[in-house]
């Protein structure tokens, strides 16, 4: 009998899954990318996940990824999606190609400072708090983010490429489904004002990735459904 890992066969699952809330949506498949969400597992588990053909990780801590990407293969793409630190900008430019959590002007502008001075072009999405939970980082939806948004535009070393956001816990279908449409309409507005295209929503996660499919995410950022419940984090 061929051996199967649990963590490929949660991915064929979360994959399958994903299939299907595209297709109810009416969406290409190929629009949706899924994010394995490896926070707090091993650099092994991330291996078996990329095994089994997965090839996009997210991480939320800087500090995780410097452990992790130096015993991976390269061919890994690794977006960091937690809170990022002015201090840790450095090293997280060197690590992730994705940054899904800007949130203010100034970690924007250290950025798109220091991606210069490293001759990179990270792919830059801006964090917006749609629900306006005071726990919750991210610009607040409206004019702040507009603004944001509009210098984001003016970085010269910075690829920026949409929105990111996190829906409240435990809101039913109705309350994520809201909230996932308002952040598609910002970047909407965002697209027609800067003129940019702005593909990307990162929206989603392993409790509410379908109704996040159905409003349009382009990158579901997925990890206890495809690596098991968390002790921490
Ligand atoms: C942990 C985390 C996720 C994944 O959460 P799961 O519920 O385990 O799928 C997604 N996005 C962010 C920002 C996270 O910190």
């Not at 793409?77 to 959590?101: D, F």
């Not at 250290?110 to 999405?125: C, W």
């Not at 509009?150 to 435990?170: E, S, V, W």
């Not at 507005?189 to 593909?199: E, K, M």
């Amino acid at each position: 009998m061929p051996f199967t890992s649990q963590i490929s066969a949660n991915l064929d699952m979360v994959l399958d899954a994903i299939a299907a809330a595209a297709e109810k949506a009416g969406r290409n498949l190929t629009e949706v990318k899924l994010v394995a969400v490896s926070k707090t597992y091993p650099a092994g588990a991330v291996a078996e996940a990329l095994s089994a053909g997965q090839l996009s990780f997210g991480e939320n801590r800087v500090q995780e990824l410097e452990d992790k990407v130096p015993a991976l293969p390269e061919r890994i793409e690794w977006h960091l999606i937690g809170h990022l630190q002015g201090n840790k900008v450095r090293k997280a430019l060197m690590l992730a190609s994705w940054i899904h959590s800007v949130d203010t002007q100034k970690l924007l502008l250290k950025i798109d400072r220091v991606a210069g001075e490293l001759g990179v072009k990270p792919k830059i999405l801006l964090e917006v708090n749609v629900s306006g939970e005071e726990s919750k980082f991210g610009q607040a939806i409206g004019d702040d983010a507009m603004r944001l948004a509009r210098l984001a535009a003016k970085c010269g070393n910075i690829d920026f490429q949409g929105l990111m956001t996190m829906a409240p816990f435990g809101a039913d279908e109705r309350g994520l489904r809201g909230v996932f449409a308002r952040l598609r309409g910002l970047r909407d507005r965002i697209a027609v004002d800067t003129g940019l295209a702005l593909p990307e929503l990162s929206m989603g996660m392993s409790a509410d990735f379908v109704e996040a499919i159905a409003e349009g995410a382009t990158m579901v950022r997925i990890g206890s459904a495809i690596f098991g419940n968390r002790v921490q984090n």
